[in-house]
């Protein structure tokens, strides 16, 4: 459960580039997978982002619930008040800034780096990582993949700590 938290947190932060204006998510998927202890895998296609290439900034807004789960047990558990609290923390939310200095706007493959706050359980902390930004035909992509600490975040529970502290975020983002 935290590190799915986490996961969220950081597919947030990955969420990296854009075009010359603001551009909104078209479509997207965030996986999160924690396995140190026991395997614990969920997604979500719902989340919202915005990135600005001229300003060079990125925001990623995720709500807990739209996560899914193999088993709905799982996913009753991520969002309860033991664990994601997603009744009064309903959305986990990066904000950033693109440090890279390349010319992101300009078609072809970027590697970039993001830094920025990941708001996760009511929890801020600075997040930084890298990823892919690729604009082609008029269309910008992100991937990233990055590492998250459920207990920068508060997540750090019995029931949490049987799965994993450490969670893996992977995500892709179209605009």
């Known amino acids: 459960m935290k590190n799915l938290l986490l996961l969220f947190a950081t597919c947030i932060g990955l969420s990296i580039v854009g ?33 600005n290439l001229d300003k060079k900034t990125v925001l990623f807004v995720v709500p807990i619930e739209s996560f899914v789960f193999k088993k709905g047990l799982m996913q009753e558990h991520f969002i309860n008040e033991n664990n994601m609290s997603a009744s009064l923390f309903p959305a986990a939310k990066f904000t950033g800034k693109i440090s890279s200095s390349t010319a992101i706007h300009k078609e072809g493959r970027h590697i970039v780096q993001v830094e920025g706050d990941m ?57």
Do not use: C, R
């Not at 892919?132 to 600490?149: Q, R, W, Y």
């Open 19 to 51: 075009w010359a204006q603001e551009k909104s998510v078209q479509s997207g998927n965030i996986l999160f997978h924690a396995v140190e202890k026991k395997e614990v895998k969920a997604q979500t296609n719902t989340f919202e982002s915005k990135i």
């Open 119 to 175: 708001t996760i359980k009511g929890v801020t902390v600075p997040f930084s990582t890298h990823g892919l930004l690729t604009n082609k035909s008029g269309e910008t992509v992100i991937k990233a993949s990055f590492m998250i600490d459920g207990t920068m975040f508060g997540l750090d529970n019995a029931k949490i700590k049987g799965f994993s502290d450490k969670i893996e975020v992977a995500l892709t983002a179209k605009y």
